[in-house]
């Protein structure tokens, strides 16, 4: 193995390649004029701190090889003084907690039990789960790390991956700094302005994006009667803090969020204003893309097929993913997308070369002549000419905080040309630094970030360590290459959209200012932003912002790994992706605080998703080849003409897309819940009796619908329901019709086994017909409740784990169930940390996620991250037929008590078999908050069984 190589190269074969790396580090081949000469005091800290460095590399043993060499280097430097003493600058970039945890992501070839439990056992705390993807973000002790890894199943660990949204906001020393927030400020905060919200909704107009205007939707609404009706739009981002403070104020309808994925911030919150504003007739959805890559890729899955998506629009970049194959997140979306939805993303901001903002080079290595050691590798030339340059120089103004990632063109998961990655000073002090160990089985990926107030005269240097010779991209993102002032040249290149905004069929969508531009400049001296065209529309005229990334995108892999052009993977080599495709609107109000205006690509993406929804609505069943069609073919040219590496097909009109395809509103009818009435005059149905079965539907969408019938049958063995079809005639827009059918139950049928009826909506349109299936209880409930409770020991929540608490209540005797509730139980109420009298004892219980699951695996979510900063809760009952739902509880109900009604009915229970195992389980969803689950019960009525003969 070449890990063993490197174990036992030689000291002084080690530290003859640093020296020689110090000559490549002093910018030219003796032969050849460099720019600027650098001091020998320079070249020799060069030589002395790479050696270092690759000394440690070099010493690593197998289970070292698998972890991020920063935690590897943190892990050594903490331990050893001398080893910190040799880079006196150098910063890991490591984050690790006063407790000494760092936050990772562990790459294994499968999630088991024993995995979970030896994390557990060795002090860390689970953040998120991939069962699917094999993929564990925890919280685990910097000491622990590499003991893991020498676990058989264990791939790969990573400092945690980092990823960044796609919203422009100043950067750098002196850009405003968002004012720290505890968890209980923002819940007070978040309060207030619900309780604002509430008193001032009516009395001011709400706020609409000025790209309603700028993309004509406006007025292609009112022209073809397209709302989004029958559409659901989903957004993935930071989070949704202020959902609702937004709904509260009537800027946003319900949202459906995936179970405790909320995320954190609202980034989330304003994208979902912006489709509601050009699409107000459609569903939304949301989920966060801030769990890790393996979590986004995930989610996106599950707004397809558990929340049915039928737009999904995301802002989000990870620094991990490969230009040069469709990684975890990509895949995902090729899934969604071949399921038919489509997928929109931010292009990213990450500037272009046309405006000279970019931090981006890509192009195949070269050797600078320079070989430094065996194993110790060369360095890349970036400059074209006959002069040797390895250095890359990082603009002064825009080096705070910078990620800068290195990927090169071998498949994911199987890279053996090792590459490395160094930022100097321009004393040749190293000053952070990459060096995973790739032979054959990891990622070609490295990364690094710029210190925390950047720096003057920083500038990347590429070194191959061993292998051969590939493609490489090489992004300072947010930043710029520019010339140094003691005489680098920077190198620049178009391409820096990366990733799943890249995907094949995913719409990468860059930005244009929809009214007043940027407010402020993204370095200093730079010319002035464009501005939108605000009350008027997009048009030949309008100008790209420049901070939006360009393309094209050059790829080498498909997704599985297979070379698109066998044998080449240089810059001949690949597929050449033409992105963007569209350009949307930025700059635009909502009514989130800081993104009113919203900048950035992560303004844009919604806007161009939302005209996609008005398409849908206007044409169900359309082909997704179509709408891209139409948003390509329409868009407004705004550069050469026909594609272009800055704005794509140009910039997108809601008018032009409809007036391409065609549409017309469309009516959506919709079966509503039956009332059953039994013909003995009782209240009740039992086996044998006839009952009269009333019927309404209702017209949710855009337009009347005619011809409207419904055929009601039922799965149910001997049922017999009369008529089979009733007509419903013309059913306006709005409108609800009912209609009368009769249901015969057979004597034979089995009490508690519930009739299901089946209903068939069709109508003259093309979302007909519509189906629906409703369970009808049969038999007489009992008016016995029967309690069953936790009789163990207290169950602690283990604090912001996806994992949770459960405890089991055994049920027996009942049979099926016809009615459940759940308590959360207590002798004594009171709001004291770790009270023992209490149901559940948690401080800030809006952490909190319970669900209750019944033998056969039916689940409710009975309380879902409400009551804010209050504490426990305490003779709490969640019962269907409460008046009040748990969601409307504050901290000042703390602590909570009384009966609620849950987030999810619990008539899903309606039937079930009740006798076995139930689960109760709590998922403390934030960090900094603990509890117990202490006493929880279950009340359940069962149904009267009839006398023999009966």
Request: negative net charge; glycine residues 12%.
């Amino acid at each position: 193995m070449r890990t063993s190589d490197r174990s036992s190269l030689p000291p002084r074969a080690l530290a003859a390649g640093a020296t020689a790396l110090a000559l490549v580090f002093g910018l030219v081949a003796p032969a050849q004029a460099a720019p600027v000469a650098q001091p020998v005091s320079a070249q020799d800290n060069a030589a002395r701190q790479i050696a270092a460095l690759q000394r440690f590399k070099q010493g690593q043993g197998k289970a070292e090889s698998k972890v991020d060499s920063k935690l590897v280097v943190e892990q050594r430097v903490r331990r050893d003084r001398s080893a910190a003493a040799a880079t006196p600058r150098l910063q890991t970039g490591v984050a690790v907690s006063a407790g000494g945890t760092v936050l990772v992501d562990i790459a294994v070839d499968k999630v088991s039990d024993d995995l979970l439990g030896a994390l557990t056992k060795a002090g860390a705390g689970i953040r998120a789960v991939s069962t699917r993807l094999g993929s564990v973000r925890a919280e685990v002790p910097l000491t622990a790390v590499t003991g893991l890894a020498g676990r058989g199943d264990v791939r790969k660990i990573d400092a945690a991956r980092g990823a960044i949204t796609a919203t422009a906001t100043p950067r750098g020393p002196g850009a405003p700094q968002a004012k720290p927030e505890t968890k209980e400020q923002k819940q007070a905060r978040i309060e207030a302005q619900v309780r604002a919200a509430v008193e001032e909704r009516g009395r001011s107009a709400a706020v609409t994006s000025e790209g309603d205007r700028a993309h004509n939707a406006d007025t292609a609404r009112a022209e073809y009667g397209v709302t989004g009706v029958g559409v659901k739009l989903c957004a993935l981002s930071d989070g949704v803090d202020s959902l609702a403070v937004s709904q509260a104020a009537g800027e946003l309808p319900a949202v459906d969020v995936l179970p405790t994925q909320e995320g954190e911030g609202d980034e989330g919150t304003a994208m979902l204003e912006i489709l509601h504003d050009l699409a107000p007739g459609a569903a939304l959805g949301f989920a966060s893309a801030f769990n890790g890559e393996a979590s986004f890729a995930d989610n996106i899955r599950a707004l397809r097929t558990d929340l049915h998506c039928d737009v999904i629009v995301d802002d989000v970049l990870y620094f991990v993913e490969s230009p040069f194959q469709d990684g975890l997140i990509a895949q995902a979306v090729n899934e969604v997308t071949a399921a038919g939805a489509l997928y929109f993303s931010s292009a990213g901001n990450e500037g272009n070369t046309g405006d000279g903002t970019s931090g981006h080079w890509e192009g195949d290595f070269v050797d600078s002549g320079r070989i430094v050691g065996k194993f110790a590798g060369t360095a890349h030339d970036f400059d074209p000419s006959a002069t040797t340059q390895v250095f890359e120089p990082i603009s002064r103004d825009s080096s705070a905080q910078v990620p800068v990632t290195l990927h090169w063109s071998d498949p994911l998961g199987a890279s053996a040309n090792d590459y490395d990655l160094y930022l100097f000073d321009g004393a040749g002090n190293v000053v952070t630094f990459s060096q995973d160990v790739q032979d054959g089985g990891q990622d070609p990926y490295e990364i690094l970030q710029t210190p925390l107030f950047g720096g003057t005269g920083l500038r990347l240097a590429v070194v191959k360590f061993y292998g051969q010779n590939r493609y490489l991209s090489l992004s300072a993102l947010r930043s710029r290459f520019e010339d140094s002032s003691d005489g680098l040249k920077a190198f620049s290149t178009p391409g820096v959209t990366v990733g799943h905004s890249a995907a094949r069929k995913a719409f990468s969508v860059a930005a244009a200012p929809a009214a007043a531009a940027l407010p402020f400049d993204l370095e200093p001296g730079d010319p002035a932003n464009p501005a939108g065209p605000f009350p008027g529309a997009f048009g030949p005229g309008t100008k790209i912002e420049r901070f939006s990334s360009d393309g094209p995108r050059r790829v080498f892999y498909e997704a599985d790994g297979r070379p698109i052009t066998p044998g080449n993977v240089g810059a001949t080599g690949g597929e050449v992706r033409h992105k963007p495709d569209i350009t949307a609107a930025d700059g635009v109000h909502t009514s989130v605080p800081g993104f009113a205006p919203f900048y950035g690509t992560s303004a844009a993406a919604p806007h161009a998703a939302a005209i996609a929804g008005l398409v849908l609505s206007g044409n169900p069943g359309i082909d997704p080849a179509e709408v891209r069609e139409a948003l390509v073919n329409t868009a407004v040219d705004l550069g050469p003409a026909g594609h272009d590496g800055r704005t794509g097909a140009g910039v997108v009109l809601a008018d032009r897309v409809l007036a391409y395809t065609g549409a017309s509103p469309q009516p959506r009818v919709l079966a509503q819940t039956p009332t059953v009435v039994p013909n003995d005059s009782g209240t009740l149905l039992d086996p044998g009796d006839t009952a009269t079965v009333t019927l309404p539907v209702t017209n949710t969408g855009d337009a009347d619908a005619v011809s409207t019938s419904v055929v009601l049958t039922s799965p149910t063995a001997n049922v017999v329901i009369t008529p089979r079809s009733q007509s419903y005639g013309t059913v306006q827009k709005g409108q609800t019709v009912s209609r009368t059918f009769t249901l015969k139950v057979p004597l034979s049928h089995p009490v508690g086994t519930p009739v299901v009826l089946d209903a068939r909506v069709t109508f003259a349109a093309a979302a007909s017909p519509t189906h629906a299936s409703f369970p009808v209880p049969v038999g007489r409930p009992s008016p016995v409740v029967q309690d069953f409770a936790y009789a163990g020991a207290p169950v602690a929540v283990p604090d912001n784990n996806p994992l949770g608490a459960s405890v089991t209540i055994p049920v027996s005797g009942v049979g099926r169930a016809s009615k459940v509730t759940v308590s959360f139980d207590g002798s004594t109420c009171s709001t004291a940390t770790g009270a023992t009298t209490v149901g559940v004892d948690h401080t800030f219980v809006g952490d909190l996620v319970a669900t209750v699951t019944a033998p056969g695996g039916a689940t409710a979510t009975v309380l879902s991250r409400n009551g804010g900063s209050g504490n426990n809760f305490c003779q709490v009952v969640f019962d269907d037929a409460a008046t009040a739902s748990i969601t409307s509880v504050s901290s000042a109900n703390a602590p909570f008590t009384g009966t609620w009604r849950p987030v999810g009915a619990l008539s899903a229970f309606g039937a079930v078999v009740a006798d076995g195992d139930w689960k109760v389980k709590l998922v403390d969803a934030a960090g900094g908050d603990t509890g117990s689950i202490r006493a929880v019960s279950l009340h359940v009525n069962g149904y009267l069984i009839p006398p023999p003969g009966n």
